[in-house]
């Protein structure tokens, strides 16, 4: 079974629903992060968390939220979908005794709005 | 303005060449450095990384060279393989061993190694 665990890994929605992504993680990892791709931007960082209590935004987190329900997982929400919100998104893991590095990623749940 | 930049969007490569991939950053802050390799439908996955107080590290086919001067980093494979055809993505973080030091991503390059 994979570490970390993304569901859905496909969904295709319309604009002004409200969708939630999930990430569980076996890892034992206190840090979890939310991130999404698009082409020739590389991997963007929409939100993190280093333990059930501590929730911090990253760089673009404008039009998303999070929670993190226990140490194993960490959800990611779009409240009110917009298609510039297209895109591959990945939730990531790490451990801070190894300098949180490397990251450790789900495989991904793309997610198209229509 | 991207922090992180790997200008070659693509590079094809003849299985047993060399492959060198280009990153170069802009943030003197960055202490760090990491390489992702990623298939299609899956995750990024770890493949190689060089703290700032190195100029270079290997393992194994993969070399990772560091010019702190000239803010750009490579990687090198030798001898490329077809299963090293992927996207790679090159990042950064500044703070390595502080709380909560963030990775800043390159837009990656997309690796074709032709049999």
Known sequence: DADVTQTPRNRI????????????????????????????????????????????????????????????KFSLSLESAIPNQTALYFCATSDPQTGDQPQ????GTRLSIL | ?????QNSPSLSVQEGRISILNCDYTNSMFDYF?????????????????????????????????????KHLSLHIVPSQPGDSAVYFCAASAGFNNAGNMLTFGGGTRLMVKP
């Open chain 2, 1 to 5: 303005d991207q922090q992180v930049k």
């Open chain 1, 13 to 72: 929605t319309k604009t002004g629903k409200r969708i939630m992504l999930e990430c569980s993680q076996t890892k034992g990892h206190d840090r979890m992060y939310w991130y999404r791709q698009d082409p020739g931007l590389g991997l963007r960082l929409i939100y993190y968390s280093f333990d059930v209590k501590d929730i911090n935004k990253g760089e673009i987190s404008d039009g998303y939220s999070v929670s993190r329900q226990a140490q194993a």
């Open chain 1, 104 to 107: 450790h990623f789900g495989d």
């Open chain 2, 34 to 70: 990491l390489w992702y390799k990623k298939y299609p439908a899956e995750g990024p996955t770890f493949l190689i990384s060089i703290s700032s107080i190195k100029d270079k590290n290997e393992d194994g086919r993969f070399t990772v060279f560091l010019n702190k001067s000239a």
